[in-house]
Structures are given as C-alpha cells and as structure tokens.
C-alpha cells in the first residue's frame, strides 16, 4: 500500500513580501532601503516555514512582529501542553500569512494594469 502524503506548502518570494510592505509602510514614509531590510529581517526568521516558534525572538523581534500583526502580514496562535508532571505550558506561535501578502500583491498588480489601460485609452483619443 502506497501513501500519498503531500503536503501545500506555498513560499513566500523576497520580492512578494517588499511589495506587500512597500504598499503597507510606503505611504507612511518608510524608504525603499528600510522596506527591503524589513523583508530580509522578517524571511530570516520565517526561510521556507510559514510558523515559527515565540521563544526564539527577543522582546526587540516582538515589538517588530506585533506591528507586522497589525497589518495582517504575521498572526499568532498558542497551544497547551502537558508536560510529565501535569504541568500545562503555553506555547506561542507566529505565522506568516501567506494569503494576505499574496492579495496585496494581486491588488498592486491589478491598480497597475488599470493605471496602464487607463494611460492606454487616454493616449488614442
């Protein structure tokens, strides 16, 4: 008997998540510079897993990923364990949501599009 264990695992791309936060920080005067080292900073953290654990992040990791919370980019999730002696420990979680940087992205590139047509439209009047 055979078994199939796929698992979808979508990956977000460098230039995926610099443009999800060009369109989030952008207008509130963060420079391209900071916006790549941001992206750079949060995919060192995350490589190719979309969950990582709290307890490997120093408070000054924390303050950055709680705003990257407020924008929709990372979430939290916490389970509880039973250790061996019945103690419960709490275990914390941060995500990165990939659907929500893929429809910045989408949304950009569609503003775009229409931008284009637009320009297009209006050029052959």
């Known amino acids: 008997m055979e078994l199939n264990h796929e698992i979808e695992m979508t990956v977000i791309k460098r230039d995926e998540l610099i443009t999800a936060l060009e369109t989030i ?18 995919l060192s953290f995350f490589g190719f897993e979309d969950t990582l654990v709290d307890n ?12 990257l919370e407020e924008t929709g980019i ?42 284009y047509d637009k320009i297009f439209r209006e050029g052959f009047r």
Not at 57 to 65: E, I, N, P, T, W
Not at 77 to 83: A, K, M, R
């Open 74 to 115: 990372l979430s939290t999730s916490s389970e509880d364990v039973t250790l061996m002696k019945g103690k419960t420990w709490r275990i914390h979680y941060w995500h990165i949501n990939d659907e929500k940087i893929k429809s910045i992205v989408k949304t950009k590139k569609k503003d775009e599009e229409n931008i």
């Open 25 to 42: 920080f952008k207008p509130s005067g963060m420079n391209q510079r900071e916006i790549e080292e941001l992206a750079d900073y949060v």
């Open 56 to 67: 490997i992040l120093s408070q000054q990791d924390r303050d950055v990923f709680y705003t």
